[in-house]
C-alpha cells in the first residue's frame, strides 16, 4: 500500500461508505431498512428515453463516436441551456462525458496545478474535495451555517481568496443542503473575483429541481463572467438517467478543447447509446420532468414539517434537489439505548443499527452536526422513516 502515488493516498475514502455498506448488509440479512441514503431519484428512465436507446441498438449505433460527443447531443445541450437557462453557446463550447463526474474531474485536471486552490462552500457533495486532490490541488473549504440557508457570503469568499486560488465550486441547487442561491447572491459573489484570475465550475446537475418558484440563476450569465464560468450539468437527476452515464460541460473553447484532449487519451466518448437516449430527453417532452418535480415537491414539504417536529432535530426548507438536511445538533452528546452520539457519524449508526433508517452522516460533506436525508423513496416510506426516527430520539 505504502507504493500507491501520493495523490491516491492523499484522498480520503468515502466517509459514507461505511455507514451504506452496513445498510446493504443489514438489508441482505433480510431487516427492514426503510433507506433515505440514496443519491438518485426513485422513479424509472421515461420509456420515450430507452426507446430511443433501443432503437439506437437496432440501426447498429454501437461503434466510437466522436471523442467529444455526437453533434445531435450537443445541439441538444444548446438547446437546454438556452431553454432552462437562458445561456448562449456553440457547439465548440460544449463537450459530452461520463456523467457530470468525469465533466468535473476533467475540468480540474485542465485547469489544476500542484498547489493551485479549489475553494469549496461548506457543506459540498463528497466527491468536490477528492477531486481537487486528485488533480493535484489543494481543497478550500468554507463552513457556511443555516443563518445564510448554507449560503457562502462574500465576505467569507474574500476572506479566502489567495493568489494561490485557482477555481471556485458553486453547486446550485446544492448537495446536501438543496439549498439555491438567488441572482442577487450569485452577483454579489462574482463581484468579489472581478479582475482575478479565478475561474468558477457552477455544478447545476440539480437545476430542474427546485420548488416553490425559485429559480437558480447561472454565473455564466454575467456577461463578464461567461469566460471564466465552466458549467456542469448532465441527464442523471432530472431524467433519472444515473445508469446511463451522460453529463456535459458549457465553457470557453479552450477550456472544453482540453477536457476533449483528456478524454481523448482516457475514456473516449461516452457510451454511444446512452448519448442517443441523452438526445431524446433533452428535446422531448418536458412534462415527465414536471410531474417528477411536482412529486418531489409534496415529499419535501412532508419532510421538513415531519422532521422539525421531532425534539432535538431542525431541518431549513430546501429550496431544490432531493436532500433535506437537518441539524441534529439537539441529540448530540446525549445518550440512547446505550450509545452516547458524540457526532453525526453515531447518529447515523444508531438510526440504522437500532431503528433501521439509512440516512447518511453530514461528516462526509463537511458538516458534522448535520444528516442527509434523501426524498427519493415514496410518501408511505417517509412516513414510516419519520416515525422510527422520533421513535429513536423519544
Ligand atoms: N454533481 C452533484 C452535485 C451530484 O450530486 C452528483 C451526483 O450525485 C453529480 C454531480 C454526478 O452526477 P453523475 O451521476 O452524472 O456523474
Redesign the pocket.
Known amino acids: 500500500e505504502q507504493y500507491l502515488s501520493h495523490r491516491v493516498q492523499s484522498m480520503q475514502e468515502s466517509q459514507t461508505m461505511r455507514i451504506t455498506g452496513l445498510a446493504k448488509k443489514m438489508k441482505a440479512e433480510g431487516k427492514d431498512i426503510v433507506s433515505l441514503s440514496a ?2 431519484p426513485d422513479f424509472p428512465t421515461p420509456d420515450f428515453v430507452s426507446e430511443a436507446a433501443i432503437q439506437a441498438i437496432r440501426e447498429g449505433f454501437t461503434r466510437y463516436t466522436p471523442n467529444s460527443g455526437i453533434p445531435e447531443l450537443k445541439e441538444a445541450v444548446i438547446g437546454k441551456l438556452k431553454r432552462d437557462n437562458k445561456l448562449e453557446y456553440r457547439p465548440e463550447e460544449i463537450i459530452i462525458s ?7 474531474i476533467n475540468t480540474m485536471f485542465a485547469l489544476c496545478d500542484e498547489g493551485d486552490e479549489v475553494i469549496i462552500p461548506a457543506p459540498y ?1 463528497v ?1 468536490f474535495p477528492e477531486m481537487a486532490r486528485l488533480a493535484g490541488a489543494t481543497p478550500v473549504t468554507v463552513a457556511t451555517t443555516i443563518d445564510t440557508g448554507f449560503k457562502m457570503t462574500p465576505d467569507q469568499l474574500e476572506a479566502v481568496v489567495t493568489p494561490k486560488t485557482k477555481i471556485l465550486v458553486l ?1 446550485s441547487p ?2 446536501p443542503s438543496g439549498a439555491v442561491y438567488s441572482e442577487q447572491e450569485v452577483k454579489a459573489l462574482m463581484k468579489v473575483l472581478e479582475g482575478r484570475d479565478i475561474f468558477v465550475i457552477s ?1 447545476e ?2 437545476d430542474r429541481i427546485v420548488y416553490g418558484g425559485v429559480e437558480p440563476y447561472s454565473p455564466a450569465r454575467i456577461p463578464e463572467m461567461r469566460d471564466r464560468v465552466i458549467v ?1 450539468n ?4 432530472t431524467y433519472s438517467m ?1 445508469g446511463w ?3 456535459y460541460l458549457a465553457g470557453p473553447q479552450w477550456i472544453i478543447k482540453a477536457c476533449d484532449k483528456i478524454q481523448s487519451q482516457t475514456t473516449s466518448n461516452p457510451n454511444s447509446i446512452a448519448q442517443k437516449a441523452a438526445v431524446a430527453a433533452l428535446n422531448g417532452d418536458q412534462q415527465v420532468v414536471e410531474d417528477r418535480r411536482l412529486e418531489f415537491e409534496k415529499r419535501r414539504d412532508f419532510m421538513y414539517k415531519a422532521l422539525n417536529e421531532i425534539p432535538g432535530v431542525s431541518a431549513a426548507l430546501p429550496d431544490g ?1 432531493f436532500y433535506i438536511f437537518p441539524s441534529v445538533q439537539g441529540v448530540l452528546g446525549r445518550e440512547f439505548g446505550g450509545r452516547v452520539l458524540s457526532n453525526s457519524t453515531d447518529v447515523a449508526e444508531y438510526l440504522l443499527v437500532e431503528h433501521h433508517v439509512a440516512t447518511v452522516p453530514g461528516d462526509a460533506f463537511g458538516a458534522p452536526e448535520n444528516l442527509r436525508l434523501s426524498y427519493a423513496a415514496s410518501i408511505a416510506e417517509l412516513e414510516e422513516a419519520v416515525r422510527r426516527i422520533r421513535q429513536a430520539f423519544s
Open positions: 443519491g438518485e461520463t456523467g457530470g463526474k468525469q465533466t468535473l457533495w466527491s453547486n446544492s448537495n455544478d446537475m440539480y456542469s448532465g441527464v442523471s437527476k444515473t452515464r451522460i453529463g434537489a
